[in-house]
C-alpha cells in the first residue's frame, strides 16, 4: 500500500510563493518519475512540472521561470516552489509519482489527494 500526502497548499496574494510538498510512504522499492498536476474547476488536470529519478526535470510553459520542482530521494519526497503566483494559477495540484514495490522493472502510478492553490489579485 502506497500512500502520498500533499501539504502546503493555501492562500496568498498575486506575486506571492508558495511551497508544496509530496510524501511518499509505504513499501517503496524505488520511484521513478514523480510531478506535479493542477486541475481548475471545469478544466482537465494539466502537468505542471516533473521530474526524473536522475533529477531531470520539465515544466509547463506557463510556469517557467516561476516554479521549481526538486525532489529528496532520502525522503521519498518531491517539491515545488512556486514563486511569482499569478490568479491563473489558482487550482487544485496533485502530486503524482511513478512507484516500484518490488524488485522488479514493473511499476505503478499513484495520485496524492490533491492541496488547494488559491491565487488572490
Known amino acids: 500500500q502506497v500512500h502520498l500526502v500533499e501539504s502546503g497548499g493555501g492562500l496568498v496574494q498575486a506575486g506571492g510563493s508558495l511551497r508544496l510538498s509530496c510524501a511518499a510512504s509505504?513499501?517503496?522499492?524505488?520511484?521513478?518519475?514523480m510531478g506535479w498536476y493542477c486541475q481548475a474547476p471545469g478544466s482537465q488536470r494539466d502537468l505542471v512540472a516533473a521530474i526524473t529519478s536522475g533529477s531531470s526535470t520539465n515544466y509547463a510553459d506557463s510556469v517557467k521561470g516561476r516554479f521549481t520542482i526538486s525532489r529528496d530521494n532520502a525522503k521519498n519526497t518531491v517539491y515545488l516552489q512556486m514563486n511569482s503566483l499569478k490568479p491563473e494559477d489558482t487550482a487544485v495540484y496533485y502530486c503524482n509519482a511513478d512507484i516500484r514495490l518490488g524488485l522488479g522493472p514493473v511499476s505503478a502510478n499513484y495520485w496524492g489527494q490533491g492541496t488547494q492553490v488559491t491565487v488572490s489579485s
Open positions: 509505504g513499501t517503496i522499492s524505488a520511484i521513478n518519475a
